[in-house]
């Protein structure tokens, strides 16, 4: 039987933009032992641009996966780079939770002494920041810059 990881889609997308999130996993071969589903948030941030949003997201997140365990799940993941929810599931749930966040920050770390973020959007750089802070690599982060393309979030 397949491992199951829940992976939550930090905003309310319909079936053809959980589709597109899916589409991005399967350029990825895990083998046939592990399963991703996609579920996206019922209701939350707009852009992830804004501490308000911020907080928005984590509880939109929190509830999405809040059940995960119970549902059968052995692991969840938070599509956002901002890690939103990661912690206070972290605090409720026996099974491991992720964000690509952290995790991308400490991979570069283990190959090399201070790492930059490039991003996207200007208005997600407070989010970079903050989650750098918040894993505490402000020493450890060179830069945080951005091409400045707003996001398409459903494509």
């Not at 991005?24 to 939350?44: M, R, T, W, Y």
């Not at 991979?107 to 918040?134: C, E, N």
């Amino acid at each position: 039987m397949p491992k199951r990881v829940l992976v939550i889609v930090p905003f309310p997308l319909d079936d053809e933009g959980v589709a597109n999130r899916r589409l991005q996993a399967s350029a990825i071969d895990l083998g046939p032992d592990i399963q991703f589903d996609f579920e996206p948030v019922k209701a939350g941030a707009a852009l992830l641009d804004s501490f308000h949003d911020s907080m928005l997201a984590d509880l939109a997140l929190y509830e999405v996966g809040m059940s995960a365990q119970e549902r059968g799940y052995d692991a969840v993941c938070s599509d956002t780079m901002s890690d939103s929810g990661v912690n206070a599931l972290r605090s409720l749930l026996d099974i491991p939770v992720i964000g690509p966040g952290r995790a991308s920050y400490l991979t570069a770390l283990m190959l090399g002494q201070r790492f930059s973020v490039l991003t996207q959007w200007d208005g997600w750089i407070p989010i970079y920041q903050k989650g750098v802070h918040d894993a505490g690599l402000d020493a450890h982060c060179a830069s945080i810059r951005s091409i400045n393309m707003r996001p398409d979030l459903k494509n």
